[in-house]
């Protein structure tokens, strides 16, 4: 919608350039329009660029900010950096993945999101805690403790998919099981 406002505005100014170049005596007021109307549209089109790029990164990172500035105590920030890592240690594969086929792109996007989920799991238990009776955090460590799977099994993915692309002409078919039970395990995880 802003984008077509701005560029309306854009056309609406460059017609108003092209009859002021034709119509006045003046041609130095007619390039000074026209150098305007060039330097709006290339600023305005490039802040709409650049704040869609913000906000799809502000959702992205929604999850990461809340959870840490949930734990305002300090009660939690052993959890809190566990899951904090084992969602960088997932996001940092994401320039690999990338490569990978479709479906393992999806699959990465899954496990991403999974992590992501945890994060918010994380922080909706840690904003809801009885910091009075400070009862044993159960849920969070369960939380903890099955990122730790995921990553594991991504880890394992991953590492088997390194192998397959890097020794094609060496392709054990124990590899392809073992992609395959790991696919397996992550969709039962889920």
């Given at each position: 919608m802003n984008f077509r406002i701005v560029n309306t505005i854009s056309v609406i100014m460059f017609i108003?350039?092209?009859?002021?170049?034709?119509?006045?005596?003046?041609l130095a007021i007619g390039i000074?329009?026209?150098?305007?109307?060039?330097?709006?549209t290339i600023v305005a089109n490039a802040y709409l660029i650049t704040q869609g790029k913000?906000?799809?990164?502000?959702?992205?990172?929604?999850?990461?900010?809340?959870?840490?500035?949930c734990d305002k105590r300090g009660l939690f920030r052993?959890?809190?950096q566990i899951l904090f890592t084992q969602y960088n240690s997932i996001s940092s594969r994401a320039e690999y993945m990338q490569k990978t086929t479709d479906s393992?792109?999806?699959l990465y996007g899954r496990i991403l999101e999974q992590a992501k989920?945890?994060?918010?799991?994380?922080?909706?238990?840690?904003?809801s805690y009885d910091y009075y009776t400070r009862p044993e955090p159960v849920y969070l460590h369960n939380l903890c403790r099955q990122g730790?799977?995921?990553?594991?099994?991504?880890n394992i993915l991953v590492e088997q998919l390194v192998d397959i692309d890097t020794n094609p002409t060496s392709l054990d078919m124990n590899y392809v099981d073992d992609v395959v039970e790991c696919l397996q395990e992550m969709q039962a995880m889920q």
């Amino acid at each position: 919608m802003n984008f077509r406002i701005v560029n309306t505005i854009s056309v609406i100014m460059f017609i108003f350039c092209v009859i002021l170049l034709f119509a006045a005596d003046n041609l130095a007021i007619g390039i000074s329009f026209s150098a305007l109307w060039l330097l709006y549209t290339i600023v305005a089109n490039a802040y709409l660029i650049t704040q869609g790029k913000r906000e799809e990164k502000a959702l992205a990172d929604a999850p990461i900010e809340r959870l840490g500035k949930c734990d305002k105590r300090g009660l939690f920030r052993n959890e809190v950096q566990i899951l904090f890592t084992q969602y960088n240690s997932i996001s940092s594969r994401a320039e690999y993945m990338q490569k990978t086929t479709d479906s393992m792109q999806e699959l990465y996007g899954r496990i991403l999101e999974q992590a992501k989920s945890n994060m918010d799991s994380a922080a909706a238990y840690i904003e809801s805690y009885d910091y009075y009776t400070r009862p044993e955090p159960v849920y969070l460590h369960n939380l903890c403790r099955q990122g730790d799977q995921l990553v594991q099994k991504f880890n394992i993915l991953v590492e088997q998919l390194v192998d397959i692309d890097t020794n094609p002409t060496s392709l054990d078919m124990n590899y392809v099981d073992d992609v395959v039970e790991c696919l397996q395990e992550m969709q039962a995880m889920q």
